[in-house]
């Protein structure tokens, strides 16, 4: 079954400190995996995929097949980090259109 | 750069009535994709298509149906809406060919039925 779980609904930090949002996955092939985010009242937007290895607004997400996770990580929280963060999976569909299965999401705010 | 147009941004209903949403995709993309996000929920697949060709289905009711029409605009509609159905319909869009396929999101269609 393709699923991906966010175990925490949310989480709050202070300004400056570490932040883990966490994302473990179930896939029976080769995933590809994608951070989203939604900041409030606004359209999801691409934050992170795996296959890049970017750092994006100070993020970065490793892609742990053993673990089958794909934790996303900040080592200093600012404020406007606070927003809705989706961790997705890309499932292979019928003529190469991929469609994203999203969990449950993972409210992050800082505080100042 | 152009973006995914959707519209209308909001739209209210009543019980039974009818409603249609439409996606623009960006330019030179061949696949729409419609989800549906409930409040305080997560985003679940409803339908996707390519090249006007439906390519996959999710947990889309029967009650809804959807298409893409020639120039790769694609519209949602609904009936016989039901108080449930209120929730924040995205459009997404992408280019297949690609192969690693991202997506790029409107800004979505809020839905209220009364």
């Known amino acids: 079954a393709q699923r991906v779980t966010q175990p925490e609904k949310l989480l709050s930090v202070f300004k400056g400190a570490p932040v883990e949002l966490k994302c473990n996955y179930s896939?029976?092939?080769?995933?590809?995996l994608f951070w989203y985010v939604q900041y409030s009242r606004q359209r999801l937007q691409l934050l992170l995929r795996h296959i890049s290895r970017e750092s994006i607004k100070g993020f970065t997400a490793d892609l742990n097949k053993g673990e089958t996770s794909f934790h996303l990580k900040k080592p200093f929280a600012q404020e406007e980090d606070s927003a809705m963060y989706y961790c997705a999976l890309s499932a292979r569909a019928p003529y190469n259109t991929d469609k994203l299965i999203f969990g449950t999401g993972t409210r992050l705010q800082v505080f100042p | 750069a152009a973006g995914v147009i959707q519209s209308p941004r909001h739209l209210i209903k009543e019980k039974r009535e009818t409603a249609t949403l439409k996606c623009y995709p960006i330019p030179r993309h061949d696949t729409v994709y419609w989800y549906q996000q409930g409040p305080g929920q997560d985003p679940q697949f409803l339908i996707s298509f390519y090249e006007k060709m439906q390519s996959d289905k999710g947990s889309i009711p029967d009650r809804f149906s959807a298409q893409q029409f020639s120039d790769y605009h694609s519209e949602l509609n609904m009936s016989s809406l039901e108080l449930g159905d209120s929730a924040l319909y995205f459009c997404a869009s992408s280019f297949a060919g690609t192969g690693a396929n991202v997506l790029t999101f409107g800004a979505g269609s809020r839905l209220t039925v009364l």
């Open positions: 896939y029976s092939g080769s995933p590809e």
